[in-house]
């Protein structure tokens, strides 16, 4: 089974720049997308079911922004959109479908980079995402949640890591979030139990030649169960091509959907 997730930051502007045809290509049997940026009569029938995959979408209230989608070449059982609570499920935000006993889950945490405002509406979904985490880790399923987490974990997920100890995304009472998500909770940072190394990033900005220097942030991860975590093989973090200010990470699990 192999799982890709990527921020496409438009699902329109990544379609323009290739994303679909390489995606046709591709041996993925599950693709995780977040920051659609549209509407679902905003996308064409090659962005709704594109190549032989089923696409379920979760898309926010207001146009342009946010929405979280998933790509599978088998029908889930079921699919859930939204957590329950309104604020955050107006943003498009998580969408999860279920597949036997695996749930592979869409999840887009807000930005806090372009305001206190949105610094505040992150707080506030990863206060009350942190019980929904506990409670997938509680179903006794296994659970793969995908996506663009707004968080790099440790000093070795971003190159500057000192001169962004006071930036969202590296804040102290982020990091420590996510450290409880992973050893209190539970979940698995699937990437790094298969690869240590520095310099794996998943996003650059789009100022300077950060994509040229590799002055990047390691924020889009496959976060899962443990009994499923163990069965992931290989990990790799697409570069060759650009579809978005994310790259695709490519994950494979020694599994049969």
């Known amino acids: 089974m192999q799982i890709i997730t990527l921020n496409l930051n438009g699902v329109r502007a990544a379609a323009k720049?290739?994303?679909?045809?390489?995606?046709?290509?591709?041996?993925?049997?599950?693709?995780?997308?977040?920051?659609?940026?549209?509407?679902?009569?905003?996308l064409s029938g090659d962005m709704l079911s594109p190549d032989s995959y089923h696409g379920y979408f979760h898309c926010a209230t207001q146009k342009g922004y946010s929405g979280v989608g998933i790509y599978c070449r088998k029908q889930p059982d079921n699919v859930i959109e939204g957590i329950g609570i309104p604020e955050i499920d107006a943003?498009?935000?998580?969408?999860?479908?279920?597949?036997?006993?695996?749930?592979?889950?869409?999840?887009?945490?807000?930005?806090?980079?372009?305001?206190?405002?949105?610094?505040?509406?992150?707080?506030?979904?990863?206060?009350?995402?942190?019980?929904?985490?506990?409670?997938?880790?509680?179903?006794?399923?296994?659970?793969?949640?995908?996506?663009?987490?707004?968080?790099?974990?440790?000093?070795?997920?971003?190159?500057?890591?000192?001169?962004?100890q006071k930036n969202s995304g590296f804040l102290p009472e982020e990091r420590m979030w996510?450290?409880?998500?992973?050893?209190?909770?539970?979940f698995v940072d699937v990437f790094r139990q298969l690869n240590p190394e520095p310099d794996q990033y998943t996003w650059w900005s789009n100022r300077g030649q950060a994509w040229t220097k590799n002055v990047g942030w390691r924020i889009d991860y496959q976060v899962a169960t443990p009994v499923i975590a163990q069965k992931a093989r290989s990990v790799s973090i697409f570069k060759t091509e650009r579809f978005s200010d994310h790259a695709p990470l490519i994950i494979d699990y020694d599994h049969i959907l």
């Open 178 to 186: 996510l450290s409880n998500v992973l050893d209190d909770v539970g």
């Open 17 to 42: 720049k290739g994303f679909f045809e390489w995606l046709a290509v591709q041996s993925a049997d599950i693709v995780c997308v977040q920051e659609l940026k549209a509407q679902l009569p905003d």
């Open 91 to 164: 943003e498009g935000r998580f969408i999860q479908a279920d597949f036997g006993n695996l749930s592979i889950i869409s999840l887009y945490l807000p930005s806090g980079s372009s305001g206190e405002h949105r610094q505040i509406a992150k707080f506030f979904f990863m206060e009350k995402f942190f019980p929904v985490l506990k409670t997938l880790m509680a179903s006794g399923r296994e659970i793969i949640l995908c996506g663009d987490w707004n968080i790099a974990h440790k000093e070795i997920d971003l190159k500057n890591w000192r001169s962004n």
